[in-house]
């Protein structure tokens, strides 16, 4: 996953006091009462690889209830695939612009060989003449 994580959390019981998410032990941000809450986490906050998310409710009975689920943010492999591209743009731009310099090098130096040869066809034409 990568960028913002959104999802729903639906709680439905009597007398829930309190709802927390967490993130690797941490608290992510907490509600109360029944309904269903969107939940939001930024990615790029935490290093690239296993997390592990948690729902804890409690109710005022004193019952608890915890549900968990493990997640993988892979944000540098999103920053290197854009690396990459803009590489490969960059070196796309630039070949073009070496090969446009190679084809205008390579026509110049062409052009000088034909008019050398003209010059040679030329001088060897008028010095059969004289």
Known sequence: MTGNLTFPVTVLGSGITTVKVLLDGRLVTSFTGNGTHQ???NT?????????VEVEVAQSDGLNFT????VLFQNQLKSVAIGLTQLNTTVQTKGQELSTSI????YVALLGVVLGLVGIVVGVASYRRK
Do not use: C, R
Not at 103 to 106: A, R
């Open 44 to 52: 790029n906050a935490y290093p690239d690889g296993d997390h592990q």
């Open 67 to 70: 549900a968990s689920m493990n």
């Open 103 to 106: 084809n205008e090098d390579l």
């Open 39 to 41: 939940v939001t986490i």
